[in-house]
């Protein structure tokens, strides 16, 4: 079935990311300043002021490994679902509110910021990640061994171990793009990368495809 503005969906604006909680409900970022919720009956529901979300651009929502949730990223900061309302989720001093995504990981919270680069959270402290990660980050996706692969505009893919750069590929590696706007590893291993100009593969025996 199709979910449009009876459901509480913006008719007119952006949905972002997406992401399926423990209860099987899947959250989907509505970008002015809400979240739906679309429950395994196939129901859905709007949350928004009322419910404690920010008057501001909601532009990501993400199942987190610790605590309660969801995590809702919006432009002025991250807040976490706690007994039926969303509260602000406190980000250490120099990681900037103005949020584009996140990603729980097993090393820590990864936060990509508006053309401020990304960051690990860990332990009430936030570490931006060094270069070659470059400030637009557009894309996250976490491997079965917790490592996380980034992706954004201008550096291709890098793999990151506990926020730090381990590999990386660009154009030189053929991606047709080293814009990129969305990582997958999927249940075979196989990696796959999407860019401006196309999408490419990586399959676990080394060998590569391009769309």
Known sequence: ????ASDGFPPTEWV???AESADGALWVAASVNRVVRVGPDGRARAFGRNEG???SLVTDVLSPL???GPLVCT???LFRRKNGRFVPEPLPKGVHADLDSALDSPAGLYVATWNRGLYLVRDGKGVRVAPP???VVEALAIRKDGRVWC???????????AGRPVEQLTVRDGLPSDHVNGILEDSRGALWVAT????WCRRPDGSTLRL
């Open 75 to 77: 432009r002025t900061g």
């Open 16 to 18: 972002y990311g997406m």
């Open 1 to 4: 079935r199709s979910f449009d």
């Open 151 to 161: 992706g954004g505009a201008g550096f291709g893919i890098v793999l990151l171990d």
């Open 196 to 199: 401006e100009s196309g999408v």
């Open 66 to 68: 610790h605590g309660e």
């Open 133 to 135: 990660v470059g400030p």
């Open 53 to 55: 979300l920010p008057g």
